[in-house]
């Protein structure tokens, strides 16, 4: 079909029920007049030419009753009128509908913009979310448009596809806008003079190794699936793609040539977001976050808070306690909670050492269990001295873990997962049951076959091969490609890596789910970057790799690596098409990559609808 | 399975013995808490932390010594000693040249248990002639007073498992340490000579690596 196709136009996002208040002011509180419209994001890719834009649209809907507006429009309209690839204005237009009105002729109003265009977001929130847009042209000033039916994260979710929104320093309400950096497009400028077949060719020559460098460089290419058959570990593409689908749930690689599209074989992440995190929330803050009987309030900004760094909470953030309990709803679980932990508490303490000498699962755990807590965190003034009492309760938690859960017992490393829980809660039953939560997400890790880390392992291997192929190639080279020097870090979270402060800052971070899941993985990712320009200038060799990475431990800056992670996060996020996959998992299940031939841009697409859309251009 | 020794590859680079320094490569194994982590510290750093953590993963120090006029580097591997993590351990027996298998004189299941961590190390170090591999035996913590494991139990299990050197070790107190450790090496150098005699001795071996100068001892 690539003769005939010349344009194709995605609806990304569309979204009825966008209201502007064309006779407020910008605090949208004055509620008398409302324009309902709908919202929509189109990417327009103008196929064997360079254009291509992501253009924002509001239209107000046809046939709406709105005789408030036709008091007001005029004095707007002059205000709102645009030029060049802004536009807000009215148009005129019959309406003939007319049921309730007086059938005269009526104007609509509409809005539309490029992405390109957009310097800001500010998200503010009145009984719902309503959005103010500033544009570079500073001189051009546009309604605010309000999610009175929803829609608007939605919406917001969907412009990251094509921008990167990162919050302005000072105001978190405020997303600034970044549109694909220059060297996206300059890094296949060299392509678009070449004819139309020949991009995966052009690949295969490009002596890409040079332009690699660094990671920290402008560009970054991650992958390189179809690499040059003269390469000596060229990989079929159905390996590539088994590969990415261990890792990447959902995505579905195009492995087929067709004329008019081309699969993409290899991805340029752009340049790495500079990440400001924030200190850590408050005790202030979070007791804000509680209405009058304590149930927690707008808990997506609170985690987004917890994200950006705090202590506290961790109760809630680790599903001890539901976010939406109440104070006295709280109660009464602790107290159950309590009962429950004692009852089994005296199972194990009430086994006579006759019954344990025939129980030798129990004699094992009691005597690992032991064993561990002499040799858990002792120079730590919870855990040292002999007879300290956290030493008592670091081992009744243990054991009692072993009833709660007697086909795991207990195993290596799971005394560094409830040492800096019980510290924090100071607590016998609290830390048991957080304990419990956390051991809800690391059970694989521990379990007979430990298929926790071998998968983790695998998925990391493979996002760093993503990431750094240059920098997996040498591990590779080095019998290192399994990356079995990160086993410590995965097993127990990076828990023998830091003090307990930046643990609790990272393990916090991490339980809030944000920016992504597998975030662990990226935190991996990170620390590796930082290392790898030393382990390749110094040739390192299987055994120093191993030495070089154990030797890390307690010297590495928590911020630093977070801040890293992230911006590797925001990185992949606004790959579009890596986003929704490595880290967002199940997103979307039929995701193909095309690249247009003359293109300087993904088009990330589902299929159908491309097949659809071009049907439409036909007619 | 030995799945993954077909992943792992020797952990030693194969090189030629042409310089006088040879790194050899020992691996202690042991149940859980018998103080293969403690061992290793006091040898290397002659240190004793009775704060030390319990091994998660695997880990590695180097130690220069002259034994018989042989300047040797010695690379002591560490592992986590307990069952489950046997999948992470074992690629990384390969190449060793001598085993110390340790167990507690207080804790009598660590004695026990050695015949087993013989069996494992054998096989997936895949030793081509076990009978002839040097193990040596330790039993550690000679300082605590309540003992399991005579000496007498001890000597007869090495005697009857392939004659090894046993030696009563303290890494709290130091005892014996050194002389365990140097007892391996000699027992690897023995075993090498013996091999000499049979082969030209322009022959190369896999399994020394030469230090370069710049890394050698002084």
């Known amino acids: 079909f690539s003769c005939y196709v010349t344009f194709v136009t995605q609806i990304i996002f569309e979204h009825e029920g966008v209201f502007i208040h064309p006779g407020s002011d910008d605090d949208g509180l004055e509620q008398d007049l409302l324009i309902s419209g709908s919202l929509r994001i189109v990417e327009k890719v103008k196929l064997f030419s360079h254009d291509s834009s992501s253009v924002m649209e509001w239209d107000q809907c046809s046939g709406q009753k709105s005789q408030q507006l036709l008091d007001s429009q005029q004095s707007y309209e002059t205000e709102w009128d645009m030029v060049n690839t802004v536009s807000f204005k009215k148009k005129p237009c019959i309406n003939t509908e007319g049921s309730l009105n007086h059938g005269h002729e009526r104007s609509r109003w509409a809005l539309t913009f490029s992405v390109s265009e957009l310097r800001s977001v500010t998200v503010r929130e009145e009984g719902w979310p309503f959005l103010f847009f500033r544009l570079k042209d500073s001189s051009t000033s546009l309604p605010a448009l309000h999610f009175h039916q929803g829609g608007s994260t939605d919406f917001l979710d969907s412009l990251r596809r094509f921008a990167l929104l990162s919050e302005a320093p000072g105001d978190q309400t405020c997303l600034l806008v970044s549109t694909p950096s220059k060297a996206l497009s300059q890094s296949f400028e060299n392509l678009l003079d070449d004819n139309n077949f020949g991009l995966v060719h052009k690949f295969r020559k490009d002596p890409y190794i040079t332009t690699l460098g660094g990671f920290s460089k402008v560009t970054n290419y991650i992958f390189d699936a179809f690499r040059g058959t003269e390469e000596q570990h060229q990989r079929p593409p159905e390996e590539m793609a088994e590969l990415l689908g261990e890792v990447i749930p959902g995505l579905e690689i195009n492995q087929q040539e067709e004329p008019g599209f081309e699969v993409i074989t290899r991805i340029d992440l752009g340049a790495r977001p500079q990440v400001m995190r924030k200190p850590p929330l408050s005790a202030g803050d979070w007791s804000k976050h509680q209405d009058l009987e304590g149930r927690m309030t707008n808990v997506p900004h609170l985690k987004e808070a917890i994200f950006k760094g705090v202590k506290e909470a961790w109760k809630f953030l680790l599903g001890y306690f539901p976010w939406d309990s109440t104070l006295e709803e709280r109660k009464v679980l602790h107290r159950a909670k309590t009962d429950e932990y004692f009852k089994m508490k005296l199972q194990w303490k009430s086994v006579s050492e006759e019954q344990e000498r025939r129980n030798s699962r129990l004699r094992d755990y009691r005597s690992l269990i032991e064993k561990d807590v002499n040799r858990t965190d002792r120079t730590n003034q919870f855990y040292e001295g002999i007879d300290n009492p956290g030493l008592v309760l670091l081992h009744d938690i243990l054991m009692t873990y072993c009833m709660y859960d007697f086909d795991l017992g207990y195993v290596q490393g799971m005394s560094d997962l409830l040492s800096p829980i019980l510290y924090v809660m100071e607590n016998e039953v609290d830390a048991f049951w957080c304990f419990v939560s956390f051991m809800e997400q690391m059970h694989q890790n521990f379990e007979e076959q430990m298929q926790g880390m071998k998968t983790q392992l695998i998925q990391l291997s493979t996002l760093l091969r993503l990431l750094d192929l240059a920098f997996w190639n040498y591990l590779e080279s080095q019998d290192s490609g399994y990356l079995y020097f990160c086993f410590r870090w995965l097993l127990i979270r990076f828990k023998r890596e830091l003090s307990f402060q930046d643990v609790f800052r990272l393990w916090e971070v991490m339980w809030t789910g944000l920016p992504c899941q597998n975030f662990h993985l990226l935190v991996c990712c990170a620390i590796l970057d930082s290392e790898k320009q030393k382990i390749m200038e110094e040739n390192y060799g299987f055994n120093e790799i191993l030495k070089h990475i154990n030797e890390l431990s307690m010297k590495l800056d928590i911020e630093e690596i977070l801040q890293k992670a992230e911006g590797i996060c925001l990185q992949i996020r606004s790959c579009k098409v890596l986003s929704e996959s490595v880290i967002y998992g199940n997103f979307q299940r039929h995701l193909v990559a095309f690249i247009c031939h003359t293109r300087a841009q993904f088009v990330e697409v589902n299929r159908e609808t491309v097949f659809k859309s071009e049907c439409q251009n036909l007619k | ?218």
Request: aromatic content about 10%.
């Open chain 2, 1 to 218: 399975t030995r799945a993954n020794s077909g992943r792992a590859r020797s952990i030693t680079p194969a090189v030629t013995m042409t310089a006088k320094t040879s790194l050899l490569k020992v691996i202690l194994l042991g149940d859980g808490g018998v103080g293969k982590s403690s061992l290793m510290n006091r040898y290397v750093t002659n240190k004793f932390d009775t704060h030390l953590f319990h091994t998660i993963g695997v880990e590695f120090l180097n130690k220069e010594l002259e034994v018989d006029a042989h300047q040797v580097t010695l690379q002591i591997w560490d592992t986590a000693g307990q069952e489950r993590f046997r999948s992470l351990r074992t690629p990384f027996y390969r190449g060793s040249d001598c085993c110390l298998l340790t167990f507690s004189v207080d804790d009598n299941q660590s004695f026990l248990n050695l015949g087993n961590w013989k069996k494992e190390f054998i096989y997936y170090a895949d030793v081509k002639e076990p009978e002839k591999f040097p193990f040596v035996v330790l039993g550690n913590k000679l300082d605590v007073t309540e003992r399991q494991v005579t000496s007498e139990e001890a000597q007869q299990w090495c005697q009857e498992n392939g004659g090894h050197p046993y030696y009563e070790t303290s890494a709290k107190d130091a005892t014996n340490v050194a002389v365990a450790f140097e007892e391996a090496v000699r027992r690897v150098l023995a075993s090498d000579e013996r091999t000499d005699h049979l082969i030209p001795t322009d022959t190369v071996k896999l399994h020394r690596k030469p230090r370069s100068a710049t890394t050698c001892c002084s």
